[in-house]
């Protein structure tokens, strides 16, 4: 079975389904819908669109191994952390400043 049947089957199992009943909302027959889970029938894109589609994911999702997707999404993860420190930083140097104004007015009525 390859990486792209063995994604669909996931998906199908995910949403609680058979076979049969993922082949008839994709209206195509049990066993050409189980060949492409088995990876026995190539898939042409026209198709897995319509499986992106019915299951709700990007083709994207259905054609990448797990660890690929895993890599991506702590790059993503990474990605919104280091924008999140970088908004951090800007807060404290205005939080540090404010300090500094104070301290300097405090200062100026001695």
Partial sequence: MNNIGKNIRKLRQKNGWSQGEAAQRLKISIPAFSKIETGITDINLSRLDQI???????????????GERLKMNIHADIG???????????????LQKKIIDLY??????R
Avoid: D, G
């Fill in 80 to 94: 919104m952390l280091q924008q999140k420190i970088v908004q951090q930083e800007e807060e404290i140097i205005k």
């Fill in 104 to 109: 300097e007015e405090i200062r100026s009525f």
């Fill in 52 to 66: 992106a589609k019915l299951f709700n994911v990007s083709i994207f999702e259905i054609i990448t191994k797990e």
